[in-house]
């Protein structure tokens, strides 16, 4: 606005002389000033954009950072959390695996106690009553000293 007042003076001068002078040095002042503010704005932009860049970089940066971040915690996590269930699958086969040995410990108990069972009723039948070992008790086998009912219910056998 400066700068078009001047030359508008500058060229409204119709006679040369003094005034002409003045208002030439008034025009080349404005011109000055103008260059000077279009400089200082250039600058300014300039400052604007690298200060743009610099925050747009600082919080690329920041945000890769705390991405990577994020990432270890989860690998780290996901990392305990694979040991912690590879701890409970190995409780788990080793439970499994006592369990189903003490099925087959209790099989065997029951298997060997049935079989007695029906061994005595195989040789009571092939036998009979007429040796009389057996008095009174069907399920004795000859020879052997009766077992307590607790000795068979509480143990498993009577063995252990």
Do not use: W
């Given at each position: 606005?400066?700068?078009?007042?001047?030359?508008?003076?500058?060229?409204?001068?119709?006679?040369?002389?003094?005034?002409?002078?003045?208002?030439?040095?008034?025009?080349?002042?404005?011109?000055?000033?103008?260059?000077?503010?279009?400089?200082?704005?250039?600058?300014?932009?300039?400052?604007?954009?690298?200060?743009?860049?610099?925050?747009?970089?600082?919080?690329?940066?920041?945000?890769?950072?705390?991405?990577?971040?994020?990432?270890?915690?989860?690998?780290?996590?996901?990392?305990?959390?694979?040991?912690?269930?590879?701890?409970?699958?190995?409780?788990?086969?080793?439970s499994r695996a006592q369990?189903?040995?003490?099925?087959?410990?209790?099989?065997?108990?029951?298997?060997?106690?049935?079989?007695?069972?029906?061994?005595?009723?195989d040789r009571e039948d092939?036998?009979?009553?007429?040796?009389?070992?057996?008095?009174?008790?069907?399920?004795?086998?000859?020879?052997?000293?009766?077992?307590?009912?607790?000795?068979?219910?509480?143990?498993?056998?009577?063995?252990?």
């Amino acid at each position: 606005a400066a700068c078009d007042t001047a030359r508008a003076r500058y060229l409204s001068c119709s006679i040369p002389g003094a005034d002409t002078s003045h208002a030439a040095r008034q025009l080349e002042l404005a011109k000055e000033s103008l260059e000077a503010a279009r400089a200082r704005l250039a600058l300014a932009t300039c400052n604007v954009e690298g200060r743009r860049r610099y925050v747009m970089l600082e919080s690329a940066r920041e945000t890769m950072t705390s991405l990577g971040k994020f990432f270890e915690d989860g690998a780290a996590v996901v990392s305990g959390l694979a040991q912690d269930l590879k701890a409970m699958e190995e409780y788990e086969m080793a439970s499994r695996a006592q369990a189903e040995m003490k099925m087959m410990v209790a099989a065997r108990q029951m298997e060997a106690a049935f079989s007695g069972l029906g061994f005595d009723r195989d040789r009571e039948d092939e036998v009979g009553d007429g040796d009389g070992s057996h008095q009174g008790d069907p399920h004795r086998r000859p020879g052997r000293q009766p077992e307590s009912s607790t000795a068979v219910t509480a143990g498993g056998g009577g063995g252990g």
